[in-house]
């Protein structure tokens, strides 16, 4: 084997020669990576690090050593260098038994155990890092390419998807297309198989029974032609589907973990894989959870492929559904998969929106100095108005355009927006999420939960994860019963969320300061020691009133609600004017009930004014909720004056 000196670096791939680990057998000048009859796609980083591991095979390798090799000795931060490692190991959950195993050895490094080889091909990678000659590759042919390693979102532990980088073999396009019987596929149909349980664990055969259940079930809510398929593990040919859900359940330690894969049957092209991990004991809502996130992949690509005039590739729409996780369920990594479709695909709208939207969500992430964000902005904006040149009804183009207003403060273009992407696809689940905390930012509470609980009736799988925010709607609007009964389904779904999820609603909007530092909203035990200080001296006089000291690490606008709850109006005020000005642009944080002391004094309109929303609510002629009915402070007739010459028709929420 090649030493350090002599050996093209890791991104070289283009010169590097196949290998194999166990049974995968690598391809980094192809970007492909095969065992048996799966062959997946692996993007270069991912193959950078393979390569380093493997050629060093049964020795450990620093975190630095990595940084070095692979990312040329930049500062990388180790959630970056976490989700690389992870995507590698997924490749070994391609074969049972797997090809290889990667363990991560606290503060010292990771090291790669090379397993028993299946077939071979080229040099051999052995523990300790030695090759051995192996015989020419059999059988490889011109196949398609297919999608790297397994991935996961819905947890925050989660394991990142590749941007789908790496070369497309033209004989391997073509060969795949000339094999689809003609006239065959139902586009848009798919074939659900029965989830592979591969352990005999009783969890495990409890969830790995539903969950292919559960997807048949949620697929027709979102639209999309379904049918159970045949016994795992069988060859199917297609018998007029377009895709085909299959997936393996397991466990891992005390880890539950479900795998998923969306297929092309008639090829065996594995277009998009995904996992969901929970701890074990608390299979409850698991299959739900983990449904509602392949569904939901599934049918952001469909529903953006819809929008589209030109043919969209299999191969497009295999980087399509990578970016749909990335971006639409917000990963932090969704620049380089979304990059990676623009460069495949510049001509289609999809494209340039979703690498809009990843540009964004970027900038939610890291944030940045005025003039950064002035350049990002721009950079968003020329992204998503080429979206709408290519195709005027391109749902994200417009809810891009419209969080770039709310960022300039530009609230009226903003809703203008959303009801331009509500218009052209009304059931577009992300739209009607964001509008509804759209709608908080301007203070119409009251409307974003009407929108929120008629949402939650649609029966949409993508809407599992928006449970919290219309609790806390249903909460502030004084509907504890409500809340209550929309906590209880999420957490059946998520039991991770039981005592949190509780403890913040009755601490904010719930029962008497003395229920609930007494524990008895069930959420107590998990309230914090500021949150406990500051209830209990709600219970006492005003004028010893205080911020507690132990809420001194809390976010700033967290303190600044602490403060308005406490009455204590002034140093609520001081707070917030310390606020960094991309702080101060969450003014949902304003309109809660605990913040109607804050509202109440005269600084609220110079407040309202400057963030842009006095201005919203006379170009739209709305009013915030608390600016209705005869209890409404003196603050709202200066906020509501001067209505005349509005330059956008008084709105109706949908």
Same mark, same amino acid.
């Given at each position: 084997?090649?030493?350090? &000196?002599?050996?093209?670096?890791?991104?070289?791939?283009?010169?590097?020669?196949?290998?194999?680990?166990?049974?995968?057998?690598?391809?980094? %000048?192809?970007? @492909?990576?095969?065992? /048996?009859?799966?062959?997946?796609?692996?993007?270069?980083?991912?193959?950078?690090?393979?390569?380093?591991? %493997? !050629?060093?095979?049964?020795?450990?390798?620093?975190?630095?050593?990595?940084?070095?090799?692979?990312?040329?000795?930049?500062?990388?931060?180790?959630?970056?260098?976490?989700?690389?490692? &992870?995507?590698? $190991?997924?490749?070994?959950?391609?074969?049972?038994?797997?090809?290889?195993?990667?363990?991560?050895?606290?503060?010292?490094?990771? =090291?790669?155990?090379?397993?028993?080889?299946?077939?071979?091909?080229?040099?051999?990678?052995?523990?300790?890092?030695?090759?051995?000659?192996?015989?020419?590759?059999?059988?490889?042919?011109?196949?398609?390419?297919?999608?790297?390693?397994?991935?996961?979102?819905?947890?925050?532990?989660?394991?990142?998807?590749?941007?789908?980088?790496?070369?497309?073999?033209?004989?391997?396009?073509?060969?795949?297309?000339?094999?689809?019987?003609?006239?065959?596929?139902?586009?848009?149909?798919?074939?659900?198989?029965?989830?592979?349980?591969?352990?005999?664990?009783?969890?495990?055969?409890?969830?790995?029974?539903?969950?292919?259940?559960?997807?048949?079930?949620?697929?027709?809510?979102?639209?999309?032609?379904?049918?159970?398929?045949?016994?795992?593990?069988?060859?199917?040919?297609?018998?007029?589907?377009?895709?085909?859900?299959?997936?393996?359940?397991?466990?891992?330690?005390?880890?539950?973990?479900?795998?998923?894969?969306?297929?092309?049957?008639?090829?065996?092209?594995?277009?998009?894989?995904?996992?969901?991990?929970?701890?074990?004991?608390?299979?409850?809502?698991?299959?739900?959870?983990? &449904?509602?996130?392949?569904?939901?992949?599934?049918?952001?690509?469909?529903?953006?492929?819809?929008?589209?005039?030109?043919?969209?590739?299999?191969?497009?729409?295999?980087?399509?559904?990578?970016?749909?996780?990335?971006?639409?369920?917000?990963?932090?990594?969704?620049?380089?998969?979304?990059?990676?479709?623009?460069?495949?695909?510049?001509?289609?709208?999809? %494209?340039?929106?979703?690498?809009?939207?990843?540009?964004?969500?970027?900038?939610?992430?890291?944030?940045?100095?005025?003039?950064?964000?002035?350049?990002?902005?721009?950079?968003?904006?020329?992204?998503?108005?080429?979206?709408?040149?290519?195709?005027?009804?391109?749902?994200?183009?417009?809810?891009?355009?419209?969080?770039?207003?709310?960022?300039?403060?530009?609230?009226?273009?903003?809703?203008?927006?959303?009801?331009?992407?509500?218009?052209?696809?009304?059931?577009?689940?992300?739209?009607?999420?964001?509008?509804?905390?759209?709608?908080?930012?301007?203070?119409?509470?009251?409307?974003?939960?009407?929108?929120?609980?008629?949402?939650?009736?649609?029966?949409?799988?993508?809407?599992?994860?928006?449970?919290?925010?219309?609790?806390?709607?249903?909460?502030?609007?004084? *509907?504890?019963?409500?809340?209550?009964?929309?906590?209880?389904?999420?957490? $059946?779904?998520?039991? *991770?969320?039981?005592?949190?999820?509780?403890?913040?609603?009755?601490?904010?909007?719930?029962?008497?300061?003395?229920?609930?530092?007494?524990?008895?909203?069930?959420?107590?035990?998990?309230?914090?020691?500021?949150?406990? !200080?500051?209830?209990?001296?709600?219970?006492?006089?005003?004028?010893? $009133?205080?911020?507690?000291?132990?809420?001194?690490?809390?976010?700033?606008?967290? =303190?600044?609600?602490?403060?308005? @709850?406490?009455?204590?109006?002034?140093?609520?005020?001081?707070?917030?004017?310390?606020?960094?000005?991309?702080?101060?642009?969450?003014? &949902?944080?304003?309109?809660?009930?605990?913040?109607?002391?804050?509202?109440?004094?005269?600084?609220?309109?110079?407040?309202?004014?400057?963030?842009?929303?006095?201005?919203?609510?006379?170009?739209? /002629?709305?009013?915030?909720?608390?600016?209705?009915? @005869?209890?409404?402070?003196?603050?709202?007739?200066?906020?509501?004056?001067?209505?005349? /010459? !509005?330059?956008?028709?008084?709105?109706?929420?949908?």
């Amino acid at each position: 084997m090649a030493t350090d &000196s002599d050996a093209p670096r890791p991104g070289d791939l283009a010169t590097r020669s196949d290998f194999r680990i166990g049974g995968l057998e690598v391809s980094p %000048s192809a970007g @492909r990576a095969r065992i /048996g009859d799966q062959e997946v796609r692996v993007e270069p980083r991912v193959m950078e690090v393979l390569i380093v591991l %493997s !050629e060093n095979a049964g020795r450990s390798v620093s975190r630095d050593r990595l940084i070095e090799l692979c990312w040329g000795g930049r500062v990388v931060s180790d959630d970056a260098v976490n989700r690389i490692i &992870s995507k590698v $190991r997924g490749l070994s959950r391609l074969h049972d038994p797997p090809p290889f195993t990667l363990e991560t050895l606290p503060k010292i490094g990771f =090291r790669l155990t090379a397993g028993a080889g299946v077939g071979a091909v080229g040099p051999e990678v052995r523990a300790g890092g030695d090759a051995a000659a192996g015989d020419e590759r059999e059988g490889s042919g011109g196949g398609a390419d297919g999608l790297s390693v397994w991935r996961w979102v819905l947890r925050r532990r989660g394991v990142a998807l590749g941007g789908l980088a790496g070369l497309l073999t033209l004989i391997g396009v073509v060969a795949l297309v000339a094999n689809w019987p003609a006239g065959r596929v139902v586009e848009g149909w798919v074939e659900v198989a029965p989830m592979q349980v591969a352990s005999d664990d009783a969890e495990v055969r409890r969830v790995g029974g539903r969950v292919d259940e559960t997807i048949v079930r949620f697929l027709p809510s979102l639209g999309i032609r379904t049918a159970a398929g045949d016994a795992p593990g069988a060859t199917w040919r297609g018998a007029g589907a377009e895709f085909r859900i299959a997936g393996v359940v397991d466990r891992r330690g005390d880890v539950l973990v479900a795998n998923g894969q969306i297929l092309e049957p008639q090829s065996g092209l594995l277009l998009w894989s995904g996992a969901y991990e929970r701890g074990a004991g608390t299979p409850d809502g698991f299959e739900e959870a983990f &449904s509602s996130f392949v569904t939901g992949v599934l049918a952001c690509g469909l529903d953006q492929r819809a929008h589209e005039t030109a043919k969209v590739s299999v191969q497009v729409f295999s980087q399509l559904l990578d970016v749909c996780e990335a971006v639409v369920f917000q990963r932090r990594d969704g620049l380089e998969p979304a990059r990676d479709l623009m460069r495949a695909a510049p001509t289609l709208a999809v %494209s340039h929106a979703m690498l809009a939207g990843a540009t964004l969500n970027d900038l939610d992430i890291r944030g940045g100095g005025e003039r950064e964000l002035d350049e990002t902005l721009e950079t968003a904006e020329a992204l998503a108005e080429r979206s709408l040149a290519i195709a005027e009804d391109q749902p994200i183009g417009h809810i891009s355009l419209a969080r770039i207003a709310m960022y300039r403060g530009a609230l009226a273009e903003a809703e203008r927006r959303f009801r331009m992407a509500i218009e052209i696809d009304p059931d577009l689940t992300p739209t009607v999420v964001i509008y509804a905390g759209f709608l908080q930012d301007v203070g119409r509470l009251d409307e974003a939960r009407q929108i929120s609980e008629r949402a939650a009736t649609m029966a949409d799988p993508r809407l599992v994860g928006f449970g919290p925010s219309l609790a806390f709607l249903q909460a502030m609007a004084g *509907d504890m019963d409500a809340a209550r009964r929309t906590m209880d389904r999420v957490v $059946r779904i998520e039991p *991770d969320f039981a005592g949190p999820l509780a403890a913040y609603v009755d601490f904010w909007w719930g029962v008497s300061p003395a229920d609930t530092a007494g524990g008895a909203s069930g959420g107590g035990d998990v309230v914090s020691v500021c949150f406990g !200080e500051v209830l209990g001296q709600l219970d006492g006089p005003d004028a010893a $009133r205080s911020l507690p000291a132990a809420c001194a690490g809390e976010d700033v606008l967290t =303190r600044m609600r602490l403060l308005s @709850r406490l009455g204590l109006v002034d140093e609520a005020y001081a707070t917030f004017s310390e606020a960094p000005a991309a702080e101060q642009r969450y003014t &949902s944080a304003l309109f809660g009930p605990e913040m109607a002391a804050f509202r109440g004094d005269a600084r609220f309109a110079e407040v309202a004014e400057r963030l842009g929303l006095a201005d919203y609510w006379r170009e739209t /002629g709305t009013a915030p909720d608390f600016c209705r009915g @005869r209890d409404a402070p003196q603050t709202c007739a200066l906020l509501q004056a001067d209505a005349a /010459g !509005e330059d956008v028709a008084p709105l109706q929420s949908p």
